[in-house]
């Protein structure tokens, strides 16, 4: 598999790199710290800086082991050693709400009985939603969740990737809620959690905070029924 170095090195936001492979518009690097996204989750943005010039990077492409890092310019031929740049505000802002959503999930896990995420989704622009399967609950105390979340950010909790053996965290149930990020196993076959400190523990291959406290207010916006049994949350930072 890919290594993925923004999970390694989480604070790495330049390095240099080499192009291994290309097409117009797309290149393969040696090493990249971008996130991919996935699973509801943007993914990183960024700038390759080349011979001559530098070009953004708007998204990424995972083929198998191959990201491609799709550059602004369709037309764009990059080749040879390059410096790899990942906008860090982007990373924080995405990784904040990333980080909120598990929050928001375990309370909704623990004050309704065990209710399941369905979907997911954090936007770069600040924004997010969660979905969750739940029934006959007044909207009013979903939203009362917000209060509980920004004392989760006062408290600032350590949040950390633990490894655990794939087949047991299946095995132990709660641990994986499909939240979000499909994680990705190691290649020894174990799975990566997010372990809030005293709050929760899930499996999830996206990017995280180091500490609850980095994160800006989060602010519960509009909640709405989508069908029978499910409840769409939307949230953003409160400033
Ligand atoms: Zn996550």
């Not at 699973?39 to 491609?68: K, M, N, P, Y």
Request: with cysteine; charged share 25%.
């Amino acid at each position: 598999m890919a290594i993925y170095l923004c999970h390694e090195q989480p604070d790495l936001s330049e390095h240099d790199a080499v192009v291994t492979d290309g097409r117009p518009g797309a290149v393969v690097l040696s090493r990249s710290a971008f996130h991919p996204g996935g699973g509801g989750q943007v993914g990183d943005l960024g700038v390759i800086e080349f011979d001559g010039g530098s070009i953004a990077v708007t998204h990424v492409e995972v083929e198998g082991d191959r990201w491609w890092h799709v550059l602004a310019d369709p037309g764009a031929i990059v080749d040879g050693d390059v410096h790899v740049r990942v906008d860090a505000e982007h990373r924080l802002r995405v990784a904040s709400l990333h980080t909120m959503s598990h929050v928001l999930n375990a309370l909704v896990f623990d004050e309704f009985e065990g209710s399941l995420v369905t979907g997911a989704q954090i936007n770069g622009d600040g924004t997010g939603r969660m979905d969750f399967d739940l029934t006959a609950i007044d909207n009013d105390r979903l939203r009362a969740l917000e209060a509980p979340v920004n004392d989760v950010i006062a408290r600032a909790l350590i949040v950390e990737p633990v490894y655990v053996d794939a087949d047991e965290a299946a095995a132990t149930p709660g641990l994986i809620r499909s939240l979000s990020v499909a994680p990705p196993p190691t290649d020894d076959g174990r799975l990566r959690l997010i372990d809030i400190d005293g709050l929760d523990r899930q499996a999830c291959g996206g990017t995280h905070l180091a500490n609850t406290a980095q994160s800006r207010p989060f602010k519960i916006g509009k909640i709405e029924n989508k069908g029978k049994h499910n409840r769409r949350i939307r949230f953003a930072f409160a400033d």
